[in-house]
């Protein structure tokens, strides 16, 4: 039980375009789901929570109009990265939690960014 | 907001040795602390976690320890076989009904030499 899937697993992009990335809960309903970067070899960085049916929490620094992050259902959140450029380029990993009282995070196998 | 300090930043070990991963963090708040492992490429994988009105647990080979007091809390893996080397880290945060949020330490890269 409780597994998280992303989509694409890996993308290439043109500096300039957006990106769209899916996370889904395949197994539990995910009322909260969280997006991290991770730059290699280096931590997980939280940019935001997202919430269904309301919008995201997004932490310090994290530009909210650059990475855009809809979480329309119970199973999918999605993270749109806007007019991409190099320094975009990472691993984004999302997570889910399925509520109650558990505080359990489980993770998505993440997506590997590439803008050229 | 909340800060998660983590040691040592590599630790290599012979296969059969303990291995001891240390962990601070800054919000006497926090009531929730995982272990995740994360081997290379991989999503990380919870291996064991401790709330805050716990002050120690134990799964097989693995466990971790909590000093609220200290605002510490350590990863301590036994009988260490190649397959644990990985980047393991720790994590602070709080419960689902206070956000859930989880704050990252910076990661150990664990080594088991056969």
């Known amino acids: 039980g409780a597994v998280v899937s992303q989509h694409p697993s890996r993308v290439i992009c043109k500096s300039g375009t957006s990106v769209k990335i899916e996370c889904r809960s395949l197994?539990?309903?995910?009322?909260?789901m969280f997006w991290y970067r991770q730059f290699p070899k280096q931590s997980l960085m939280l940019m935001a929570t997202?919430?269904?049916?309301?919008?995201?929490?997004?932490e310090q620094g994290v530009e909210k109009d650059k990475f855009l992050i809809n979480h329309a259902s119970l199973t999918l959140s999605t993270l749109t990265v806007t007019s991409a450029h190099p320094e975009d380029s990472s691993f984004y990993i999302c997570?889910?939690?399925?509520?109650?009282?558990?505080?359990?995070?489980?993770f998505g196998p993440g997506t590997r960014l590439l803008v050229l | 907001g909340e800060n998660v300090e983590q040691h040592p930043s590599t630790l290599s070990v012979q296969e059969g040795d303990s291995a001891v991963i240390k962990c601070t963090y800054s919000?006497?708040?926090?009531?929730?602390f995982p272990w995740y492992k994360q081997e290379l490429g991989k999503r990380p994988q919870l291996i064991i976690d401790?709330?805050?009105?716990?002050g120690e647990k134990k799964d097989q080979r693995i466990a971790v320890t909590l000093n609220k007091t200290a605002k510490h809390f350590s990863l301590h893996i036994t009988e260490t076989q190649p397959e644990d080397s990985a980047v393991y880290f720790c994590?602070?945060?709080?419960?689902?009904?206070?956000?859930?949020?989880?704050?990252f330490g910076q990661g150990t890269e664990l080594s088991v030499k056969p």
């Open positions: 997570s889910a939690s399925s509520g109650g009282a558990r505080e359990t995070q489980y």
């Open positions: 197994d539990f309903q995910a009322t909260t």
């Open positions: 997202s919430n269904e049916g309301s919008k995201a929490t997004y």
């Open positions: 919000d006497s708040a926090s009531n929730y």
């Open positions: 401790i709330r805050s009105n716990v």
């Open positions: 994590a602070a945060g709080f419960g689902y009904n206070q956000g859930g949020k989880l704050i």
